[in-house]
Nanobody, 121 residues
Framework: QVQLVESGGGLVQPGGSLRLSCAAS????????MGWYRQAPGKQRELVAT???????NYADSVKGRFTISRDNAKNTVYVQMNSLKPEDTAVYYC???????????????WGQGTQVTVSS
Protein backbone atom coordinates (compact mmCIF):
# COMPACT_ATOMS: atom_id res chain seq x y z
CA GLN A 1 0.00 0.00 0.00
CA VAL A 2 0.97 3.62 -0.51
CA GLN A 3 -0.03 6.52 1.71
CA LEU A 4 0.34 10.27 1.33
CA VAL A 5 0.12 12.27 4.55
CA GLU A 6 -0.14 16.06 4.49
CA SER A 7 0.68 18.44 7.30
CA GLY A 8 1.13 22.15 7.90
CA GLY A 9 -2.32 23.59 7.31
CA GLY A 10 -4.00 26.03 9.62
CA LEU A 11 -5.36 29.54 10.13
CA VAL A 12 -3.27 32.48 8.96
CA GLN A 13 -3.90 36.18 8.49
CA PRO A 14 -3.88 37.77 5.03
CA GLY A 15 -0.31 38.41 3.96
CA GLY A 16 0.98 35.58 6.09
CA SER A 17 2.80 32.38 5.17
CA LEU A 18 2.38 28.65 5.57
CA ARG A 19 4.40 25.65 4.48
CA LEU A 20 2.62 22.43 3.62
CA SER A 21 4.36 19.06 3.57
CA CYS A 22 3.28 15.74 2.10
CA ALA A 23 5.18 12.54 2.79
CA ALA A 24 4.69 9.37 0.77
CA SER A 25 5.23 5.99 2.38
CA UNK A 26 4.72 2.32 1.60
CA UNK A 27 6.10 -0.09 -0.96
CA UNK A 28 7.35 2.62 -3.29
CA UNK A 29 9.69 1.88 -6.19
CA UNK A 30 9.71 5.30 -7.79
CA UNK A 31 7.86 8.61 -7.53
CA UNK A 32 7.32 10.66 -10.65
CA UNK A 33 5.33 13.90 -10.76
CA MET A 34 4.15 15.33 -7.44
CA GLY A 35 1.78 18.19 -6.93
CA TRP A 36 -0.64 20.20 -4.86
CA TYR A 37 -4.29 20.82 -5.62
CA ARG A 38 -6.95 22.69 -3.68
CA GLN A 39 -10.71 22.71 -3.37
CA ALA A 40 -12.67 25.62 -1.96
CA PRO A 41 -16.29 25.21 -0.78
CA GLY A 42 -18.65 24.96 -3.72
CA LYS A 43 -15.82 24.84 -6.25
CA GLN A 44 -14.06 22.14 -8.22
CA ARG A 45 -10.63 20.90 -7.24
CA GLU A 46 -7.95 22.90 -9.05
CA LEU A 47 -4.26 22.59 -9.67
CA VAL A 48 -1.96 24.70 -7.50
CA ALA A 49 1.51 23.52 -8.52
CA THR A 50 3.33 20.46 -9.80
CA UNK A 51 6.93 19.32 -9.84
CA UNK A 52 8.52 16.57 -11.90
CA UNK A 53 11.18 14.13 -10.76
CA UNK A 54 13.63 16.39 -12.56
CA UNK A 55 12.45 19.42 -10.56
CA UNK A 56 10.59 21.14 -13.39
CA UNK A 57 7.74 23.14 -11.91
CA ASN A 58 4.37 24.42 -13.04
CA TYR A 59 2.08 26.85 -11.22
CA ALA A 60 -1.47 28.08 -11.49
CA ASP A 61 -1.52 31.72 -12.56
CA SER A 62 -3.26 32.65 -9.32
CA VAL A 63 -0.29 31.55 -7.19
CA LYS A 64 2.69 32.42 -9.40
CA GLY A 65 5.21 34.53 -7.54
CA ARG A 66 3.66 33.69 -4.15
CA PHE A 67 3.90 29.88 -3.87
CA THR A 68 6.98 27.70 -4.31
CA ILE A 69 6.84 23.93 -4.74
CA SER A 70 9.82 21.73 -3.94
CA ARG A 71 10.57 18.08 -3.19
CA ASP A 72 13.03 16.00 -1.23
CA ASN A 73 13.41 12.71 -3.06
CA ALA A 74 15.37 11.12 -0.21
CA LYS A 75 12.36 11.70 2.06
CA ASN A 76 9.66 11.04 -0.58
CA THR A 77 8.24 14.41 0.40
CA VAL A 78 6.81 17.36 -1.50
CA TYR A 79 6.42 20.84 -0.04
CA VAL A 80 4.69 24.05 -0.97
CA GLN A 81 5.78 27.31 0.59
CA MET A 82 2.86 29.74 0.48
CA ASN A 83 3.61 33.44 0.98
CA SER A 84 1.47 36.57 0.74
CA LEU A 85 -1.62 34.49 1.39
CA LYS A 86 -4.99 35.90 0.42
CA PRO A 87 -8.50 35.04 1.62
CA GLU A 88 -9.17 33.48 -1.77
CA ASP A 89 -6.43 30.91 -1.04
CA THR A 90 -8.73 29.41 1.59
CA ALA A 91 -9.35 25.77 0.66
CA VAL A 92 -8.58 22.18 1.48
CA TYR A 93 -5.17 21.43 -0.02
CA TYR A 94 -4.45 17.94 -1.36
CA CYS A 95 -1.18 16.46 -2.45
CA UNK A 96 -0.93 14.11 -5.38
CA UNK A 97 1.84 11.82 -6.52
CA UNK A 98 2.33 9.46 -9.44
CA UNK A 99 3.96 6.38 -7.96
CA UNK A 100 5.27 3.08 -9.23
CA UNK A 101 4.99 0.46 -6.53
CA UNK A 102 7.58 -2.25 -5.93
CA UNK A 103 6.85 -5.22 -8.16
CA UNK A 104 4.44 -3.29 -10.36
CA UNK A 105 5.07 -1.74 -13.78
CA UNK A 106 2.05 0.49 -13.42
CA UNK A 107 2.18 4.13 -12.39
CA UNK A 108 -0.85 5.14 -10.35
CA UNK A 109 -1.95 8.49 -8.95
CA UNK A 110 -2.36 8.70 -5.20
CA TRP A 111 -4.00 11.44 -3.11
CA GLY A 112 -3.53 12.62 0.42
CA GLN A 113 -6.42 13.17 2.82
CA GLY A 114 -6.26 16.95 2.56
CA THR A 115 -5.31 19.72 4.95
CA GLN A 116 -7.36 22.86 5.60
CA VAL A 117 -5.84 26.26 4.92
CA THR A 118 -7.87 29.26 6.09
CA VAL A 119 -6.76 32.81 5.38
CA SER A 120 -8.73 35.26 7.47
CA SER A 121 -8.29 38.21 9.77
Amino acid sequence: QVQLVESGGGLVQPGGSLRLSCAASGNIFNIYDMGWYRQAPGKQRELVATITSGDSTNYADSVKGRFTISRDNAKNTVYVQMNSLKPEDTAVYYCNAKIERVGSRLINAYWGQGTQVTVSS
